[in-house]
């Protein structure tokens, strides 16, 4: 049983987050999901060249050799979201807006549920975005939300 992350047990809920504070978090972890890629292509370059002896070889253009390279694409983008949510529940993009992904009752997110999460949230913007579009109705969830048994809450603001 997940242990809640705070040490009062007795937890006040949390409003859910509306579409476009979600939409802003993900815009800034854009950013940072950038640098993830350049620093995938640095590290697949480097190897290119340890074991062709040359970056300007090319690769073939297999699925054989595509697949690989593009699971460890997805492996690499989708562990700065499971580890931002299981450390805090956070990215830095979600810091910005107040955001935070939980189970309801102030749990972290288990790591089925983030990977579950990474697998789905993409399916969600595609087929024009309907899965993160239910967030416009009252429940304020999106499809994978709902799915994972997740939700996304708007923390309040802290006074300094």
């Known amino acids: 049983m997940p242990q809640p992350d705070t040490?009062?047990?007795n937890f006040t809920a949390l409003p859910y987050a509306a579409l476009l504070p979600r939409l802003a978090a993900l815009v800034y972890d854009l950013f940072i999901l950038f640098a993830l890629t350049i620093g995938y292509g640095a590290?697949?370059?480097?190897l290119r060249?340890?074991?062709?002896?040359?970056a300007e070889q090319d690769l073939p253009q297999t699925a054989l050799v595509q697949l690989p390279l593009l699971a460890?694409?997805?492996l690499t983008l989708g562990s700065y979201y499971v580890i931002c949510w299981r450390k805090q529940g956070q990215t830095l993009g979600m810091k910005a807006?107040?955001?935070?992904?939980q189970q309801p009752g102030h749990?972290?997110?288990?790591?089925r549920q983030a990977w579950l999460r990474v697998a789905?949230?993409?399916?969600?913007?595609?087929a024009g975005g309907v899965g993160y579009l239910l967030a416009l109705l009252p429940s304020r969830h999106?499809?994978?939300?709902?799915?994972?048994?997740?939700?996304?809450?708007?923390?309040?603001k802290t006074r300094k």
């Open 107 to 111: 749990h972290l997110v288990t790591l």
């Open 72 to 74: 460890g694409y997805w």
């Open 120 to 126: 789905l949230a993409p399916l969600s913007m595609a």
């Open 43 to 46: 590290l697949l370059t480097l």
């Open 7 to 9: 040490d009062n047990a």
């Open 142 to 156: 999106c499809w994978h939300d709902t799915a994972t048994g997740t939700e996304v809450v708007v923390l309040p």
């Open 49 to 54: 060249v340890i074991i062709t002896g040359s």
């Open 97 to 101: 807006w107040r955001l935070r992904t």
